[in-house]
């Protein structure tokens, strides 16, 4: 991490640097720590067990969209 104080009051805007700086350098320790085939092993186990359609209910709600309304735009509910 870099030693600059964050200035969390900053508006990014549709999308964020910081958020994106962040997920980058999260997703790069993790590929580092040699952590993603064991993730996979998971994964797959996961796949292919009865959590399996715990897996594809939470999926399908995903792909419903907002759970809770949210308008992208202004932040409030609609």
Do not use: W
Request: proline residues 3%.
């Amino acid at each position: 991490m870099d030693d600059k104080p964050k200035n969390d009051n900053r508006i990014e805007g549709e999308g964020s640097y910081s958020g994106t700086r962040d997920y980058n350098q999260a997703t790069a320790e993790f590929i580092k720590k040699g952590k993603v085939d064991k993730a996979a092993q998971e994964a797959r186990r996961a796949v292919d067990s009865v959590e399996a359609a715990e897996l594809k209910v939470a999926e399908e709600k995903g792909k419903q969209g907002d759970p809770r309304k949210m308008d992208k735009g202004t932040g409030r509910s609609e």
